[in-house]
């Protein structure tokens, strides 16, 4: 598996921290909380498209979260930046379509994009009983970080650390729906700095995502309900995606009552999965990326620092 390596930093006037375009910024440089002992390689196949050479196509095994940074050209940053999640059932990472094809989307209208690689709670060819990670606990975490890691580098990135979103895909979707539905201002009494920055996203995009754990057992309570306070979120699915588009309705909902503000389209066509990529035939649906930006601007969330 390819890593980039860590840049010592350059800070430049207008950008700040001089990322390398993919660069990988570990969560916790020394090991993750529920990772702890574990020296295993993760498991990941290569791009083999060039402009992301020396990145990975899909990851099978993970074991220490991080995000790869992608900014903007200089003259077309606006300021705000997005966590990008990519989805796979949480047994493996689509991190190249989810993921790096997102964040260049994103980095060509101005927006930073920090690419999240968190753990696999169900990793694909693992026996059930060696599972290490759960959805509520270290993938929550891992989320949670990663918001509090780009705000405490805003300045860094040169970003504004009140316009930070969260975008999800799938199960990264559920990552989203957890982060957007737990989450504190911060430890200020912490000795680590990025402890002390809050970890709610200013905004949630949630494309055909899945369900936050807990919310769609019968009878039981949410692990992660719908507070008031949840950021403004955008919510895409289909009709035809049976399997998600139950869920992203049932959320809406959930954020409606609570008087969050919501936008959800539900298109009638259209598989799962689609992310950037044009559907077999031409499609409604495929205009989500336009309709998220039209969001986003009725919101003043892309407007030049």
């Known amino acids: 598996m390819y890593q980039k390596l860590l840049l010592t930093g350059l800070l430049v006037a207008a950008t700040g921290f001089a990322a390398e375009r993919g660069e990988e910024i570990k969560l916790w440089p020394n090991g993750a909380p ?24 899909d990851y099978l095994q993970t074991h220490y979260p991080s995000i790869y940074v992608f900014l903007p050209p200089k ?22 379509k989810e993921g790096w094809e997102i964040a260049d989307y994103l980095n060509e209208r101005g927006i930073a994009a ?24 270290q993938v929550y975490l891992d989320a949670a970080r990663s918001v509090r890691l780009v705000r405490s580098r805003a300045t860094e990135y040169g970003i504004d650390p009140t316009r930070i979103g969260f975008i999800g895909f799938s199960a990264g979707g559920e990552v989203g729906g957890m982060i957007g539905t737990r989450f504190d201002a911060g430890k200020p ?14 905004f949630n995009i949630l494309v055909y995502p899945w369900y936050r754990p807990g919310a769609n ?3 039981a309570p949410p692990l992660f309900p719908v507070p008031k306070d949840a ?11 049976r399997s998600h588009v139950e869920p992203t309705v049932k959320f809406y909902s959930e954020l409606l009552t609570q008087g969050v503000p919501v936008e ?37 969330l892309l407007r030049k620092q």
């Open 34 to 57: 529920g990772s702890e002992g574990i020296t295993a390689a993760e498991v990941s196949t290569a791009s083999k498209t060039p402009k992301y050479k020396g990145l990975a196509d």
């Open 75 to 96: 003259e077309k940053a606006t300021g705000a930046s997005m966590i990008v999640a990519p989805g796979g059932g949480h047994n493996h990472l689509v991190i190249e």
């Open 114 to 137: 920090f690419v999240l690689k968190y753990r696999l709670a169900k990793p694909r060819g693992v026996p059930q009983t060696e599972w290490k990670y759960k959805l509520e606990d």
């Open 189 to 202: 009494n912490s000795t680590d700095p990025i402890e002390r920055a809050s970890s709610r996203p200013d």
């Open 217 to 219: 057992i019968p009878n």
């Open 231 to 241: 950021p403004p979120t955008f919510m895409v699915c289909t009709t035809e995606d």
């Open 264 to 300: 959800m389209l539900i298109f009638a066509d259209g598989p799962h999965g689609y992310a950037l990529r044009p559907t077999a035939k031409p499609l409604p649906v495929n205009t989500w990326p336009d309709r998220m930006m039209d969001w986003l601007n009725s919101r003043s």
